[in-house]
């Protein structure tokens, strides 16, 4: 059975920044994306992460929330993307959230929807044998200006036994 999977604009970003962007594909098939997360993503017009996305809306389906109304009632710490993804992820009850924005994730457990990271998403290529090692593609994303912790870095080092 098909899972649905709603990914917020820092993952796609991430993912594009290091040409995996089709990692969410080999995983999911397809996944979607709320409308602000296409405009946060086409923000920087001709970036990299818009240019991957355009390319692939084979599989990445931009949908809109039916509730507009309810945007309103979400913390204003997050972002238009993040809140977005949180209401589709209610609206269509989603399996996955995948977010990386630690409040946007709190506030998503906490309304028991199920989520994983970008970097989650790339151990789990790896399990499936999508991707050889996570270790380079990590080191990537940091050279990047993707945000890893030290802490992190050194558990998912664990996790993937690199």
């Given amino acids: 059975m098909p899972k649905t999977v709603i990914v917020n604009s820092t993952p796609i970003i991430a993912l594009s920044s290091i040409d995996k962007l ?8 397809t996944v979607i994306i709320p409308n602000a997360v296409k405009d946060e993503v086409g923000a920087k017009g001709n970036s990299k992460a818009h240019n991957q996305l355009e390319a692939s809306t084979d599989w990445i389906h931009v949908r809109e929330i039916n509730n507009v109304a ?6 204003t710490q997050l972002h238009d993307g993040e809140v977005e993804v949180i209401i589709l992820g209610q609206e269509l009850t989603a399996d996955i959230l995948v977010i990386d924005d630690n409040s946007a994730r709190e ?33 990537r994303l940091i050279a990047n ?6 802490r992190l870095y050194a558990d998912v080092m664990k996790i993937a036994n690199e």
């Avoid at 309810?70 to 913390?75: G, Y």
């Avoid at 200006?145 to 030290?150: E, K, L």
């Fill in 22 to 29: 089709g990692l969410l594909k080999e995983l999911y098939g």
């Fill in 70 to 75: 309810h945007k309103q009632t979400f913390r």
């Fill in 107 to 139: 506030y998503a457990k906490y309304l028991g929807l199920n989520i994983i990271g970008t970097v989650g998403i790339i151990l789990l290529a790896k399990s499936k044998g999508f991707i050889y090692e996570v270790k380079p593609l990590l080191d």
């Fill in 145 to 150: 200006g993707i945000f890893i912790s030290n």
